[in-house]
């Protein structure tokens, strides 16, 4: 009986990203800090803040000769300090506060994506299916930060960005039993 391992990473943001560069692996016990902000900042934005993050997704399938028998799957919400930046005279812990929803925002779906594929079972479609997965996930993780940014006006308002704080908290802990490690 032959076994064939298949090994497909695939990393979502930054297409073309070197394997070398710099990432923040998300962990519940650290937080971001400013000096995590290492990019430099653009002078055409508006924004005091960017923070760059996003979902790494990779798999591997186990086939005896043509038939798939087995797959496992690697999935993690990661920060990217060398493309995140800050504008040293606007920033507080307000706004890093903000900042660091962004990133607990990319775990929350990393949790969704290892429930979607906790679910799946072996079959000969499981690469298209975790694949399928994988960009509706990073669709839905698009939508809901481009959503949280602009009903908190970028954190301007306060009222809002207590309600998406507390939100992501509940939404996070709702899925702890796929939190990153």
Do not use: K, M, R, W
């Given at each position: 009986m032959q076994i064939k391992?298949?090994?497909?990473s695939i990393l979502f943001l930054f297409v073309g990203m070197s394997s070398n560069e710099e990432t923040i692996t998300w962990n519940d016990t650290r937080k971001l800090t400013w000096e995590d902000f290492k990019g430099s900042?653009?002078?055409?934005?508006?924004?005091?803040?960017?923070?760059?993050?996003?979902?790494?997704?990779g798999?591997?399938?186990k086939t005896t000769g043509k038939r798939i028998i087995g797959y496992s799957t690697s999935v993690q919400a990661h920060f990217y300090p060398n493309k995140s930046w800050y504008l040293t005279e606007k920033a507080d812990n307000y706004i890093l506060a903000h900042e660091?929803?962004?990133?607990?925002?990319?775990?929350?779906y990393v949790r969704k994506f290892r429930q979607q594929l906790e679910r799946l079972v072996v079959n000969q479609n499981i690469k298209t299916q975790m694949n399928q997965i994988h960009v509706a996930i990073n669709e839905a993780l698009d939508k809901t930060q481009k959503t949280y940014d602009e009903q908190t006006n970028h954190s301007i308002n306060v009222e809002a960005q207590n309600y998406w704080g507390n939100y992501i908290k509940e939404e996070l802990k709702k899925l702890e039993k796929y939190k990153s490690q």
């Open positions: 391992h298949i090994i497909i900042p653009n002078s055409n934005s508006d924004a005091v803040a960017l923070t760059a993050s996003g979902i790494t997704f798999y591997s399938v660091q929803l962004h990133f607990d925002i990319t775990e929350l």
